[in-house]
């Protein structure tokens, strides 16, 4: 028979599954993209350029290094990409371009690629990029912008909302009940949506529902500028749910192990006592969402099991709630992951599948 | 259908494309000129070459004699004279001995009517010779002698006997038109093996994307009044594996580095059982398989009963050609077979398939470093960590990999399917095992 030419030797299996590395990735960059145009829309097209120049500078540096150890280009992988585009998303709207440069020179250069580039690090690089800007320019790395959708208030400098509590329970000795009545009672800002949509939930709930969560669960809030709007964040994680390019296990854990904890401890500096903290407030500020389904839940720097995300999630809720209660920081997900990564090969050598056809006492054949 | 058994961990669940020949019954191929039949067809020692270039043989005779306990021995499809033996290169890429027959004379069965044996006063030894004689393998793929896998070993029963219908890797139809077309002979089958063994348990495997075939082995089973079990699976690939058919079915596990019966069991393939009808019914060698010829680049696709030894070329002729140029030529299921260029390679015993594949179909993204993502660890039906042991090979620490279960894997392709790097998960593991062997020496 003739037309030999096209015929393709490969070992098996011969057909795979759709899902490549750069389908993963681009999928995340896809599912992110909605939060990131809530950011741009809230603190103005300056955020688009902040994005920008971290996306280009990871990229930029991607391709560096790829020219210059001779090897194959993966810039086109999207993990480059997905590294700046993090990076981006978790500095504030008001941060001078050279941070973001900086933060993603140091990701890809230091973090990815001492360790070999793509899969081979051992730290989720878009983390260590923030934590190493932070901590040199905490300064810039913690000056907040007020949203737009915010009416009526000064836009230009403010706290975010932890941020504000955190400095505000200083010297706090008061009785409040907890965080969201704290803020109310100083006047925190609230949106007039916040207000229209309390007004409405009183309607249907009845008048014990608190003002303000709207305003964090849609992101009415300052923050970094891709951390402050959970519900598009949460959508975005839904498709990748979907997609089966996240499990359950990391963010199901982070999220009951942190809940857990501010539930039985969150009250005390409120004095209100044990088993009074406020959850929901919890979780819909700072950058929980945004770590607990972007960043946790990195491929490379998670556990390989199911038993052992669960254990990595787990240990990323306590130490977030630890940085966040009881450490000077106000925020805790970039940190507490971080330290969580590192315990990752620990993680894996002892949560290791059981085989078939080995009975666990003997530890060897049946 | 809900409630049905499986495995319980892992497993993966490719696009089945098992419609467009799961209608076709079975045809008998054409029977070409020039036939070339190896002399390692099977699991263990390639058969001693019994005849000389210039000699005439007849259908059904010796060519090559088993050579060893592990072997099995090889018989001429067709008579005609041995016109050459030469090297060939098998499906799987491994050189061996060949005989090159040239057809001419008449069949001595083909077309006749054939006297039957009453086997049912004969002793197991004597059926177990039969087997033997006849050069009967285990036809699901891994070629394994059949006399050998029903020579029970002292000190071991075999409690439970499965004929394997679960066919479930993709695109292959064969099994499942045998049950619907040979019920009879199949069963047949299974109570010569029941002479054998003597098992207290009987089953027939199938899984549930093969309802008629369920359905007619039920009907049948109830008027012949056997004691056999249908049992309907869940549909999972690789639930045709022998050690996870068994762990669906019974719940218990062969052990690492053990057989089936260590925990009192033997599987066989249903083309296996047809098989061991024909040798015990007819005193019929294994010189015919059966062949689902399939794939998105063949134009009309099939399931035929081919003599051993016929071009795969042939066969894609038989079946209208290609429809478009095939990105591979697979031999065998698409997880576990093999891609070859030649299109005169040969149909041997363990041919189940001859798929030719189209670009999209076998469409992959390029190979990336490990993302760590775990799918291969979730997949692995065995609970081996697939990228670990890869990256121990690959690092030549060979004696840590089997520690971690090199051998243990089965080869199902499950890890290298869902690879989203796609690194060659099954070819390193493979690599690692024959380096490890070496090594042990």
């Known amino acids: 028979m003739e037309e030999k030419t096209m015929r393709l030797v490969e070992p098996a299996p011969q057909i795979h599954h759709r899902d490549s590395t750069a389908k993963i990735m681009w999928t995340v960059v896809l599912c992110l993209v909605p939060a990131g145009m809530w950011g741009v829309y809230v603190f103005g097209p300056r955020v688009l350029a902040v994005l920008g120049v971290s996306v280009l500078s990871a990229v930029a540096a991607e391709y560096a ?9 993966t810039i086109q992988d ?28 140091f990701a890809i250069l230091i973090v990815k690629w001492t360790f070999g580039g793509l899969g081979q690090n051992w730290m989720n690089p878009a983390l260590a990029g923030r934590v190493f800007v932070f901590f040199s320019w905490t300064g810039h790395m913690t000056n907040w912008s007020m949203p737009g959708t915010m009416d009526a208030v000064d836009t230009v400098s403010s706290a975010s909302v932890l941020g504000y509590l955190k400095t505000g329970l200083l010297d706090y000795t008061g009785s409040e009940g907890g965080p969201m009545a704290f803020l109310r009672k100083a006047g925190y800002p609230q949106s007039s949506m916040d207000i229209q949509v309390t007004e409405w939930l009183r309607g249907v709930f009845g008048d014990g529902v608190a003002g303000g969560y709207w305003d964090l669960f849609a992101g ?9 709007s959970a519900l598009l964040l949460i959508l975005g994680a839904a498709y990748l749910f979907y997609r089966k390019i996240i499990t359950w296990q990391i963010p199901v854990a982070y999220i009951v192990s942190f809940s857990l904890l501010i539930w039985i401890f969150g009250g005390l500096r409120y004095n209100a006592g044990y088993f009074h903290g406020n959850v929901l407030f919890h979780m819909l500020s700072g950058g929980l969402m945004l770590g607990v389904f972007y960043m946790a839940t990195d491929m490379v720097t998670s556990p390989l099991n199911g038993r052992g995300m669960l254990i990595f999630g787990a240990g990323a809720g306590f130490l977030t709630f630890l940085i966040r209660i009881y450490g000077s920081f106000p925020e805790g997900v970039s940190l507490a992951i971080i330290l969580m990564n590192i315990f990752v090969p620990m993680i894996n050598r002892y949560t290791q599948v059981k085989r078939f056809g080995i009975t666990e006492e003997k530890g060897k054949a049946a | 259908m809900k409630g049905l058994k499986t495995y319980p961990k892992g497993g993966v669940h490719p696009p089945d494309r098992k419609g467009s020949s799961s209608d076709k019954p079975i045809k008998n191929a054409l029977i070409p000129q020039t ?11 390639p058969a001693d070459l019994a005849v000389e270039v210039g000699d005439e043989v007849r259908e059904g005779m010796l060519l090559g004699k088993s050579s060893g306990f592990i072997s099995a021995p090889v018989h001429s499809p067709v008579p005609g004279k041995v016109k050459e033996i030469k090297d060939v290169y098998l499906p799987n890429g491994i050189k061996t001995k060949a005989v090159v027959i040239e057809m001419e004379g008449e069949f001595d069965r083909s077309g006749k009517e054939q006297q039957r044996r009453e086997w049912k006063h004969m002793s ?8 033997t004689e006849n050069g009967i393998v285990g036809l699901g793929g891994a070629t394994f002698p059949t006399n050998v896998k029903l020579s029970i070993p002292k000190g071991k029963k075999a409690e439970l006997f499965v004929v394997n219908g679960v066919e479930c890797e993709p695109y292959l139809t064969i099994d499942h038109r045998l049950m619907l077309e040979k ?4 069963l047949e089958g299974v109570e010569i093996i029941d002479k054998i063994l003597a098992p207290e348990r009987m089953a027939i495997a199938i899984e549930e994307n093969k309802p008629d075939a369920i359905q007619l082995m039920e009907e049948k089973i109830a008027a012949k009044g056997l004691n056999i079990e249908v049992i309907p699976l869940k549909l999972k ?10 762990k669906a079915i019974t719940g218990a596990e062969v052990p690492s580095g053990g057989l089936p019966i260590d925990i009192g069991a033997v599987v066989s393939n249903a083309g296996t059982v047809y098989s061991i009808y024909e040798a015990v019914v007819f005193n019929k060698p294994l010189i015919e398989r059966f062949v689902t010829v399939s794939g998105g680049a063949i134009k009309d696709p099939a399931n035929l009963k081919v003599r051993v030894g016929t071009p795969i070329g042939d066969l894609i002729e038989e079946c209208g050609g290609f429809t478009e140029v095939p990105a591979k030529i697979v031999v065998g299921g698409p997880m576990t077979g093999f891609t070859v260029y030649d299109l005169d390679t040969p149909v041997i015993k363990g041919t189940s398939g001859v798929l030719a594949l189209t670009a999209k179909e076998v469409k992959s993204a390029g190979r990336t470093n490990c993302i760590s993502c775990g799918r291969c660890i979730q997949v692995c039906p065995m609970g081996l960590n697939p990228t670990t042991l890869f990256k121990k090979v690959d690092h030549l620490e060979y004696d840590e990999a ?28 493979k690599l690692g095992k024959r380096m490890a062997r070496k090594k042990k020496g």
């Open chain 2, 124 to 131: 197991a030894k004597e059926l177990l010779e039969i087997i």
């Open chain 2, 35 to 45: 036939l070339v039949i190896p002399l390692s067809q099977h699991l263990g020692k």
């Open chain 2, 402 to 429: 089997v520690d971690l279960g090199l051998n243990d894997c089965r080869e199902c392709g499950s890890c290298g399917y869902v690879c989203p790097a796609h690194i060659p998960l099954v070819q390193g593991i």
């Open chain 2, 183 to 186: 019920t009879d002979e199949l």
């Open chain 1, 220 to 228: 009415n809030i300052p923050g970094c500028i891709g951390e402050i």
């Open chain 1, 65 to 73: 290094m790829t020219k210059f150890l001779g090897k194959e280009l």
């Open chain 2, 237 to 246: 690939y690789p639930q045709g594996d022998e050690k996870l058919v068994l």
């Open chain 1, 78 to 105: 999207g993990s480059a990409f997905l590294t700046g585009l993090l990076i981006g998303y978790n500095l504030p709207p008001s941060i001078p371009y050279f941070i973001p440069v900086l933060a993603s020179f």
